[in-house]
Structure formats: C-alpha cells, structure tokens
C-alpha cells in the first residue's frame, strides 16, 4: 500500500472550517484514500473514504486531486470535540492483489480545536 | 446505529498468564481484524480473519497469540503466556465484504500486564 505524509499537528478555532491535508504521492489506480480519527485513547472512528470523486458525507467532505497525489479532509465548521489524532491511509481494494484489506496507521495529525 | 463492542474495557494480568480478549463484531460484517497500540505509539496491525480463518498476520502475532469465532458472533484474541511488553490497547475491528468498505472499531480493551 501507497505511503501518505501528514502534517504532525494543526490548530483551528471552534466553528472554523479545519482542512486537513495529506500526500499520497505513490497511490496506484486501486487505492483508495481511507480517513479515520482516534479521539483520546478510544478505537480509531471511520470518517470517510474515496477513490477519485470528492466525497461528503454528515462528518466531513474529501477533496481528492485529479492526479490522486494528495488530499484534503474538510471538517466544515470545526467544534472543540473534533480535537483527534486523524490518519490518512490508503489501502488496496480488498482481495485486489490478495489484500486483506488491513489498515497500515502513520502517526497522523494531530487537530486541536480551539475555542 | 450497530457498533464493535469488546469486552472487558480493561484487563489486569499477572505475566505469564493466559488471557482472552472478547469482540463482538457488527452481525453482518465477514472480515474481522485485531490492531493493538502501545501507549504513545501507532496502531499496528496484529491479525485479519475470514471464512473461519487467519488470512493475514504481522510479525508481531507470533505463537503466543490465536484467534477464534466460537460461535458466530463473538471473536476472541487469546494470549498464552503475557510478557510485560504485551500491554497496550488492544482494538477489535469488522467490515462487510464488499471490496471497498471501511472497517469499524470497537473502543478497546487496556490490557495491563503485572
């Protein structure tokens, strides 16, 4: 799987738009780009995902470029309870070239919302 | 909405101990997975599990650890023997079988070895 390069933290202020970017210069075709976030200690909480089209969803929105080099997850109006680690990653379609679909976890960015 | 759910939420263990640690998975997730933190450090990867069996495991799930799905909904990490370096937050994780589906977790169990 393709390896993704995060910033190592970013602030935003509460009700800001947080826009989170991230490299993943080497994606090949049947990657997709997965966001999760891990808030405190618990489980790591699916965001979204995409392949080539921008996505939105009732959490946030991602913005893919048209050569799938990089990405931006936009938190639309920021609240202090979306301070996270959020993690980037992108993995093989499962069963495409025997993945099995596990996650690969980088050290993410760390957001900090701040009121 | 349905969720992960593990049990205990934290595990005290004498090293040298065996150790099971419970998920119930999503009902209608086929592929089920455990990651493990250490405290401070990233989320790796431990094993991925499909049709009643391991299909992927990393470096770190050697011997002392298996798997199980006794029955058909619980899924089971079972640890031999602890050793100290085996504490951290240990994450149970499921998805439907459609090829591009995220995967879901549950919010941990701490295992503390003594």
């Known amino acids: 799987d393709a390896k993704t390069t995060q910033p190592t933290s970013m602030d935003c202020a509460e009700g800001r738009a947080a826009n989170l970017p991230c490299n993943h210069s080497?994606?090949?075709?049947?990657?997709?780009v997965y966001w999760y976030r891990q808030i405190h200690s618990q489980g790591p909480q699916y965001i979204i995902h995409?392949?080539?089209n921008n996505e939105t969803n009732e959490m946030a929105s991602l913005i893919i470029t048209e050569d799938r080099k990089s990405s931006t997850l936009i938190l639309p109006h920021a609240t202090l309870r979306d301070t996270a680690v959020y993690y980037c990653?992108?993995?093989?379609?499962?069963?495409?070239?025997?993945?099995?679909?596990?996650?690969?976890f980088g050290k993410g960015t760390k957001l900090s919302v701040k009121p | 909405e349905p969720e992960v759910t593990q049990t205990p939420s934290h595990q005290v263990t004498q090293m040298g101990q065996e150790v099971i640690l419970r998920c119930v998975p999503i009902?209608?997730?086929?592929?089920f997975y455990w990651y493990r933190q250490i405290l401070g450090q990233k989320v790796e990867f431990l094993v991925s599990?499909?049709?009643?069996?391991?299909?992927?495991k990393s470096e770190i799930f050697d011997d002392q650890f298996s798997v199980e799905r006794p029955d058909g909904s619980n899924f089971t990490l079972k640890i031999r023997s602890t050793k100290l370096e085996d504490s951290a937050m240990y994450f149970c994780?499921?998805?439907?079988?459609?090829?591009?589906?995220?995967?879901?977790f549950g919010d941990g169990t701490r295992l503390s070895i003594l």
């Open positions: 994780a499921s998805r439907r079988g459609n090829s591009n589906q995220p995967q879901h």
């Open positions: 080497t994606i090949s075709g049947n990657e997709y």
């Open positions: 995409g392949l080539k």
């Open positions: 990653i992108v993995r093989l379609e499962l069963n495409y070239g025997g993945s099995q679909g596990n996650l690969i």
């Open positions: 009902s209608n997730h086929l592929y």
């Open positions: 599990f499909y049709n009643n069996e391991i299909s992927e």
